[in-house]
C-alpha cells in the first residue's frame, strides 16, 4: 500500500466516484476512510467517528462481526469461486437459498434469485414479472408502477421506475410502459393535508383510475419500498401497503416490494413487508443480507410464481438471465454467517427499540431549531428536513445543508445528505449511548447550519 502522502494527493485523481460530480470532488476530494471497528470508523488523519450511514444502509452488524469475517476466510480457503449457471452450483449458495426462504418465510417467499446487489435484484424481479405473466398466458402484462420519490438502482429498469429526476434526467429516454403515483408523504403531498390514511385512500384512488384507464391486462407489477430511503427516508401510513397490496390481488398485478433498504431489520421488523402486515409476490432484497462485507444480494420469489415457472417447459420457463457472481460462494458463506448473528442478536427488535428513542430525540431538536421542517423515521432509518422557511417549508439550500454536515463529522458522527435531508441510518447493533451520540453531534450540526443560514 501507497504511504498517506501518496492516497491523499492522488484522492478523486484517477476515479469517478457514484452519485458524485467529477469536478467537484477533484475540488473538494472526500474523506478517506481506513479503519472500521464496531460501529465506528476512523478516516486517514486519525478521526474517530460514529458511523450513523451504516456503511451505505448496509453495516448492520458493525465493522467487526468477527463470524462474518470467519466465514469469508473459511470460504475463500475451500472455493474462492465457481459460478451457478446451468450445470453447476456450490455448498454455500445451497444452504443461503434454503435459510433465505425460511427467513422470509412469513412474507410467503419460497424460492431465491441470488445477484450481485440490489441494482441487480430488483432488475431481476422487473424481469421475472414479465416473464411470469408471459408463462401464465398474458404476455401483454408489461408495463409497470412505482412510487414518486421513490429510488430502485441504477440499472435501466430501475432507474425507470425511480420516481426521482435526479437518477433518470441525464440518462433517458429510459424504458418505456412506467407510471408513477404519488409518494404517501406526509410533509409534501398534492392534497393539502397531513393525514396519512387520507393520504394513502387518495393514492389508492389514483391507482385505481390509472388501471381503468391503462387495463389492468396490460400492467405486469406495482414496485415499492415499504418506507421510500433515498427519497427521504418517507415513512408511508399503516393502511398504505395493505390497500395497495387488495388493488393489486384484484387486478391481477403483481407487487414487488423493495427491500433492499429495509429487509433484515432496518425498520424494526425482519421486513417492511412483515411490519406491514403483507405478503408481497417479489422482494428485491440486499444490503443487509452481507453486513456490507460481500457485495451480495437476492430477489425473492413467492409460491404464487412458482408453478408457472417450474411447470413450464422449454425456452417460456427459462430464466435466461443472471449474472457472473450470482450465488459466489464467498458471499453466500458471509451471508449465512450474517443471518445467523441477526437472528441471534434480535437485531430488527433492537432498531425498532432504538428507534424509538432516535425519533424523540429528532423530534425535540426539530422542537429546538427552526430550520428543522421535518423528523421522521422508522426503527433506525430517519431523516431531517431543513427549511429556510418552515411556514413556506422552502427547502434549504446546499451550503446550509453542507454546514451541518461538517459540524457533525468534526463532533464525530458520520451523517449523510442528499438535498435538504440529513438521513441517519446507524449499524443496527449500537446502544442507547451510541443514538445519544448522533443526537449530540446533529444539535451542534443545526446550530451550524442556522448560524450559515442567518449570516447568507
Known amino acids: 500500500m501507497r504511504d498517506t502522502n501518496f492516497l491523499i494527493e492522488n484522492n478523486a485523481k484517477h476515479v469517478w466516484h457514484p452519485m458524485a460530480n467529477p469536478g467537484e470532488m477533484r475540488e473538494n476530494p472526500p474523506h478517506i476512510i481506513e479503519y472500521g ?49 446451468r450445470g453447476t452450483t456450490n455448498s454455500p449458495l445451497i444452504e443461503l437459498s434454503y435459510e433465505l426462504c425460511q427467513f422470509f418465510k412469513p412474507e410467503g417467499m419460497a424460492r431465491t434469485f441470488l445477484t450481485s446487489g440490489g441494482s441487480d435484484s430488483v432488475e431481476t424481479c422487473l424481469r421475472l414479472a414479465r416473464q411470469y405473466h408471459r408463462a401464465n398466458g398474458q404476455p401483454e402484462r408489461t408495463k409497470f408502477f412505482s412510487l414518486k420519490k421513490g429510488y430502485h438502482g441504477t440499472h435501466f429498469g430501475g432507474a425507470s421506475v425511480n420516481g426521482n429526476a435526479n437518477f433518470r434526467r441525464n440518462y433517458e429516454p ?7 403515483l404519488p409518494a404517501p408523504f406526509t410533509y409534501r403531498n398534492q392534497f393539502e393535508t397531513e393525514d396519512g390514511a387520507v393520504i394513502a385512500k387518495k393514492i389508492a384512488a ?52 423493495d427491500e433492499v433498504i429495509t429487509g433484515f431489520g432496518r425498520t424494526g421488523s425482519e421486513s417492511g413487508s412483515r411490519l406491514w402486515g403483507i405478503k408481497p409476490d417479489m422482494m428485491s432484497t440486499a444490503k443487509g443480507i452481507s453486513n456490507g462485507y460481500f457485495p451480495l444480494g437476492a430477489a425473492m420469489i413467492s409460491e404464487k410464481l412458482v408453478d408457472a415457472f417450474e411447470s413450464t417447459k422449454g425456452a417460456l420457463g427459462t430464466i435466461s438471465h443472471g449474472y457472473t457472481y450470482s450465488g459466489h460462494p464467498i458471499g453466500a ?37 427552526e430550520i428543522v421542517g421535518d423528523a421522521r423515521g422508522k426503527g433506525l432509518m430517519a431523516a431531517l428536513e431543513l427549511v429556510s422557511d418552515r ?45 445519544n451520540r448522533i443526537l449530540s453531534a446533529l444539535d451542534t450540526g443545526l446550530a451550524a447550519a442556522t448560524s450559515a443560514l442567518n449570516t447568507r
Open 174 to 180: 429510459m424504458l418505456g410502459g412506467v407510471h408513477h
Open 391 to 435: 411556514e413556506k417549508k422552502t427547502p434549504a439550500d446546499k451550503a446550509v445543508v453542507q454546514a451541518l454536515y461538517d459540524a457533525a463529522y468534526e463532533a464525530g458522527v458520520m451523517v449523510r445528505t442528499s438535498g435538504s435531508n440529513v438521513i441517519i441510518s446507524p449499524c443496527l447493533a449500537i446502544g442507547t449511548e451510541h443514538v
Open 37 to 85: 471497528e464496531g460501529v465506528e470508523i476512523i478516516d486517514i488523519h486519525g478521526h474517530r467517528l460514529l458511523d450513523g450511514v451504516g456503511g451505505l444502509w448496509n453495516v448492520n452488524l458493525g465493522y467487526s462481526c468477527e463470524p462474518v469475517k470467519a466465514a469469508i476466510i473459511a470460504q475463500l480457503q475451500k472455493l474462492p469461486y465457481y459460478n451457478a449457471f
Open 206 to 257: 389514483i391507482f385505481e383510475e390509472e388501471i381503468a384507464f391503462q387495463g389492468a391486462d396490460t400492467i405486469a407489477a406495482l414496485i415499492m419500498e415499504p418506507v421510500l430511503g433515498s427519497g427521504g427516508v418517507i415513512v408511508p401510513h399503516e393502511t398504505f401497503f395493505p390497500l395497495m397490496r387488495e388493488i393489486c390481488d384484484r387486478h391481477g398485478i403483481l407487487l414487488i416490494a
Open 333 to 369: 458463506a458471509a451471508a449465512l454467517a450474517t443471518i445467523a448473528e441477526v437472528k441471534r442478536l434480535d437485531i430488527a427488535g433492537n432498531a425498532a427499540t432504538l428507534g424509538v428513542e432516535l425519533l424523540s430525540g429528532l423530534q425535540a431538536l426539530k422542537a429546538k431549531y
